[in-house]
């Protein structure tokens, strides 16, 4: 039997208090479900549809509309699987008893090689950032420092937490997607880093009390609401170390750096699982990518290089 009616931003609110609670799915995670739900409760309000009665052609109608718009297969692929897990919340909770998603699919998709850096622009970061030496300036080396000896990704990285540093081992203890706990060795480079930091992190902690409580647990801490260094903060500190070191800053994002991080390896002489291991991919399919990036160059370099070539 269906529930009383609810309205649909009641119907996606209970949906994500569902995935958090059942499957414990993160902040960001949460986020993108509901941008993408409200993208489609939008376009289906403008056509005087709503998502918990519509049907499947009005679906496909617009999924049409945004590839006219140029809308990237990946991102309507993306909002789609989103979709497909509200409708089946919808229909597991008695809001509708059909599912309008279930046949539909999405664009098809080549499968993106990631941007990558070269060791040498990676080199220019890491040149200018060693230039300021003010606890900003230590900070953000110290970030720098982490995310490319390690491969976080930039939530991992903001969130570290201080108890987190100083293993014996050298080590991090970083807690993933789904929960899952893997060990990342530190350089000796970011090691020093991160002491130089702890050594003037204190005059970065928020002045107001509450503020202080609640990010002085971070290694990061801020005045956000969380705590601690946003991602978009970081992003942007990034982005002016690379217009500052002279780089393309249209190539330059944490989750460029952490590409870098596992091509150079693989370029290096590193195995696949070691670096699987250390991204926290779930799946060595994931990190297969990255031996297509260094495949793709290898094509490119006896294309441009061999005397033959021409």
Known sequence: MKRAYVNTGRAIDSFLEMMSAERGASDNTLSAYRGDLEDWSGVL???KRDLL?????????VLAGWAAKGLAPSTAARKLSSLKQFCLF??????REDNPAHSLRGPKQGRPLPKILSEADVDALFQKAEMDKTPKGIRFLCLLEILYAGGLRVTELVTLKKSAVGRRDGCLMIKGKGGR????????????AIALWLTVRAETLPKNTIA?????????PSASKHGHLTRERFAQMLKNNAREAGLNVAKISPHVLRHAFATH???RGA???SVQTLLGHADISTTQIYTHVLDERM???????HPLAN
Do not use: I
């Open 45 to 47: 309000s403008a056509a």
């Open 90 to 95: 919808m229909q597991t909770e008695g809001l």
């Open 299 to 305: 094509r490119e370099l006896v294309e441009t290089k």
């Open 265 to 267: 390896l693989l370029a």
């Open 53 to 61: 009665t519509v049907g499947t052609g009005s679906l496909e109608s």
């Open 212 to 220: 202080k409580d609640r990010a002085k647990a971070f290694l990061f």
């Open 271 to 273: 195995d696949l699982r």
């Open 181 to 192: 706990e893997r060990l990342v060795p530190l350089t000796g480079a970011a090691q020093d």
